[in-house]
């Protein structure tokens, strides 16, 4: 079982910029894809970016050129560096990881809210 703990979420005015980091309790070179959705209220939770165990990442076009992913075998750790942010960026915002038998795993969520 992994466990994933997110942090750095807050309140920020639009333009600026913040960083969420996502702890798994396991070795993260056990886990394939990690990555970040979100969920903003009233609308469904949607995929935002992730990682591959290779490096590759993917992102959604709406925070392509804003947000970046990245992940820290060394730290089991993954990041999610959000920049000019607006206010429709505003959600929770939920670390995933998938393992390499497809079991996926997901964190409590870190509250993101831009203000304009």
């Known amino acids: 079982q992994v466990q994933l703990v997110e942090s750095g979420g807050g309140l920020v005015q639009a333009g600026g910029s913040l960083r969420v980091t996502c702890a798994a309790s396991?070795?993260?070179?056990?886990?394939?894809?990690m990555g970040w959705h979100r969920q903003a209220p009233g609308k469904q939770r949607e995929l935002v970016a992730f990682?591959?165990?290779?490096?590759?990442?993917t992102y959604v076009d709406s925070v392509k050129g804003r947000f970046t992913i990245s992940r820290d075998n060394a730290k089991n750790t993954v990041y999610l560096q959000m920049n000019s942010l607006k206010p429709e960026d505003t959600a929770v915002y939920y670390c995933y990881a998938m393992d390499y038998v497809s079991r996926i795993y997901w964190g409590q969520g870190t509250q993101v809210t831009v203000s304009s």
């Open positions: 990682i591959n165990s290779g490096g590759s990442t």
């Open positions: 396991s070795r993260t070179f056990s886990l394939n894809t």
